[in-house]
């Protein structure tokens, strides 16, 4: 097996104000998968994905990206940053710049990039995300799902190996998560390695290669989404819903069980008209 | 609730700098004429850059312009009154308290010279969006501290605007503002602003690290071609200032 992206063991992190948001995570992501990260409010998702690019320091345990132990100095965290991006949930909090143009500009030549460099990332994002009619505008002003894409950009323009992504469908109107979930579909074929933390158990069985449960800190559960997201009891004691593509499974006759369970609709219709 | 963007027209892509120029010739020929005459004059030039600028905000100018004018208008209102003045000059009084002619044409004189640099001032933050103006001031090598301060404060302030009026969204629908307690809320309205702007520049300082931030806040911007006629237009009204201004110093 290749050696793994990122490997984090015994992970432990307490706030200053004493709670515990994260006990003793052990947690393995190989190079191109996509991992759904779920669990109710206050898991330690958020946590966790702060973790991953050294903007939180453990208290206790090691992470090592890409075989490399994070020593969390100014260098070995700048380097880690420009290889994993996290963008948090709530665009109206992250921009500062007076045009997107500006916002998307900010990591490229943060990275050393020059000018001329990070003005031909930002050509190359902006024609990637749609942005192009929006460069000269104030991203404060954009609409919700306009920012998300602009925040998503502003990532995006320093080209990480590992996209983590606290939420990105909250508050989509569905046309914007359709367009969002293809964008992700699409650097997934590129190699890109994404984690994402989601309360949509049903997105997550249709995505993941992997699905995670975070649950007061500690991961309850990790495997395959057909396997962890059939457990209809198990996710409900950490506040989850069972897919309703698994539950119209679940309810078909036994003997018509017989087929591996389905991740989307689409499969399941096939399983139901092959009967 | 969709804020304004007031820079979207056709003087937004002018060269900063031209326009910075004529916003300082202007003021500055303003307050070393001293005459009514140049500075009307002065007013009526910006006037028709704002009349000939596509989708300039002129409603929202003018109402800006108007509360301005107020706020100066008040504050002179003191220079109004004297205690001594020459009985022939006195227009009313009450007690030992007049109001003079030359008090009048000191405070008319005076307010207007204000109102004309409010005016040039407001037209330069209008056509002037604030990425160009911190452009103009790292030219000028102010100190990357002070712009990067000013980034901060002006995305922070509009951030504030519209979350206080959420706040106060919620309060009203919640029959806030109604009974005697209207102090005691007006503080819980400013003291929610407070901790969730404390909230929201953490976040921002996560965002600004997790793209690598080193302590410096380094942006390109667009570059916009403007409409032809603009650039010429501005050193044109440029010249014509100079020369009437020359001109009636050269009668006087």
């Keep these: 097996m290749n050696q793994p992206m990122i490997d984090i063991q015994g992970l432990s992190f307490r706030y200053p104000e004493g709670n515990e948001a994260l006990h003793n995570i052990d947690l393995s992501i190989q190079q191109g998968e996509r991992i759904a990260v779920l669990g109710s409010n206050g898991s330690g998702k958020s946590t966790l994905f702060l973790m991953l690019n050294g903007l939180l320091k453990p208290d206790s345990g090691c992470y090592c990206f890409d075989g490399k132990k994070i020593n969390y100095k100014k260098a070995d965290l700048t380097a880690l940053r420009k290889r994993v991006a996290v963008v948090m949930q709530d665009p109206d909090s992250q921009f500062f710049a007076h045009t997107v143009y500006g916002e998307l500009s900010f990591g490229p030549l943060n990275m050393g990039l020059s000018r001329n460099n990070a003005a031909q990332r930002v050509e190359e994002v902006s024609q990637r995300l749609n942005l192009a009619n929006l460069l000269t505008r104030q991203p404060q002003l954009l609409s919700f799902g306009q920012k998300k894409r602009v925040l998503t950009g502003a990532f995006l323009s320093m080209k990480p190996d590992v996209l983590v992504l606290d939420e990105p469908f909250a508050g989509l109107d569905p046309q914007h998560a359709t367009n969002f979930r293809e964008l992700l579909d699409r650097l997934h074929n590129e190699g890109m390695t994404i984690i994402q933390s989601t309360h949509d158990t049903g997105y997550a069985l249709e995505w993941a290669d992997r699905v995670i449960i975070l649950h007061e800190g500690k991961i309850m559960e990790a495997g395959h989404p057909t396997v962890i997201l059939n457990n209809e009891a198990m996710l409900q004691s950490f506040g989850l819903n069972r897919p309703t593509v698994l539950d119209i499974y679940a309810g078909l006759p036994l003997h018509l069980q017989t087929y591996s369970a389905p991740r989307n609709v689409e499969e399941l219709k096939q399983i139901i008209s092959s009967i | ?252």
């Design chain 2, 1 to 252: 609730m969709n804020p304004v963007n007031p820079h979207n027209h056709s003087l937004r892509a002018v060269r900063p700098e031209t326009k910075a120029a004529f916003m300082l010739l202007s003021l500055v020929l303003s307050l070393a004429s001293g005459q009514i005459v140049t500075q009307g004059l002065i007013i009526c030039m910006h006037l028709l850059l704002i009349l000939w600028a596509n989708g300039f905000r002129r409603q929202h100018f003018f109402k800006l312009l108007l509360v301005q004018s107020l706020f100066v208008a008040v504050g002179l209102l003191p220079a109004l009154f004297s205690l001594n003045t020459p009985q022939q000059d006195v227009l009313w009084q009450l007690g030992g308290i007049h109001i003079s002619q030359s008090s009048v044409h000191l405070l008319m004189h005076t307010w207007f010279r204000c109102f004309t640099g409010i005016f040039i001032l407001n037209v330069f933050a209008f056509s002037t969006p604030v990425y160009q103006t911190v452009e103009l001031l790292r030219r000028c090598k102010v100190p990357e501290t002070v712009v990067d301060l000013l980034i901060l404060i002006y995305n922070n302030i509009r951030l504030l605007f519209c979350l206080s009026e959420q706040m106060l969204l919620a309060q009203k629908s919640r029959l806030a503002y109604t009974g005697n307690r209207n102090y005691r809320q007006a503080a819980q309205l400013l003291t929610g602003i407070f901790l969730v702007s404390l909230l929201k520049s953490q976040r921002l300082q996560q965002n600004v690290e997790a793209r690598c931030y080193d302590g410096c806040f380094r942006l390109l911007e667009p570059q916009e071609t403007a409409p032809r006629f603009a650039n010429v237009m501005y050193v044109l009204a440029g010249l014509v200032l100079i020369v009437i201004t020359v001109f009636q110093l050269y009668i006087r």
